[in-house]
């Protein structure tokens, strides 16, 4: 009887401790860059410029540690993005509407994004949708981005309606830049962007919630030992 008693408050304390984990992990702001996206088309100048450009951290002035770094922080020192070519991703030619998926590998509380648009094409508007499923999109917001106009440029914050999500879908819309004249050796581009799931909590896995579980039934048998 002994054993059994000293195995439901171990138990209990295990749930607890999950139920901690899971309910409790609010922390300031990060910035974290999804760990994959998709585009429908290639880029236009294949081998250089991909869609990976937008996650890589390649072209910022200075870089961050995804998922660590306070969102705030980083962004309040106004990083700029390198006009540098190679550094940025570019939609076809002639392309002035493209729908791009990010992928954040797991499902969090959205806040804001953060978008360097590219300086001498880049997008005019970006309509954000998010997901938990890869399927069902909702609509978090529609923002007009800032045309830099040919020089390293910092980022705008959006505000997108909070959600928890693990994909983000942007679908990106009009060339505001010099060479925004509808030819078509011009295309949407941009050149990085990250997302604060900060102050938000990461949604507790299914491995959590089955400790969670485990405690909460704990606890209900260690009270009826004691009423017994």
Known sequence: MKSKMKFVPAMLLGGVLALAGA??????AVILSP???????????????AIGRTIDQSGLSAGFTSGVTDFDTYTGTSPL??????????????????TIDYDLGASYLVDRAAVWNEESWGASTVDIFTSADNITYASVGTFGLTNHLVASYG?????VSDS???????VV?????????GSDNTSVSLGEVAFSVGG?????????????GLGLAGLAAFRRRKLD
Do not use: K
């Open 23 to 28: 309910t409790n992990n609010a922390a300031a």
């Open 35 to 49: 760990v994959a996206v998709v585009n429908t088309v290639p880029e236009f100048f294949p081998g250089c410029c």
């Open 81 to 98: 993005h390198s006009i540098s070519f190679g550094l940025e991703w570019f939609a076809p030619s002639g392309t002035f509407v493209q």
């Open 155 to 159: 980022a705008d914050i959006l505000n």
């Open 164 to 170: 928890t999500a693990r994909y983000v879908r942007f």
């Open 173 to 181: 819309t009009g060339i505001p830049g010099p060479d925004g004249d």
């Open 200 to 212: 938000a909590r990461q949604v507790p896995e299914p491995a959590s919630l089955a400790l969670m």
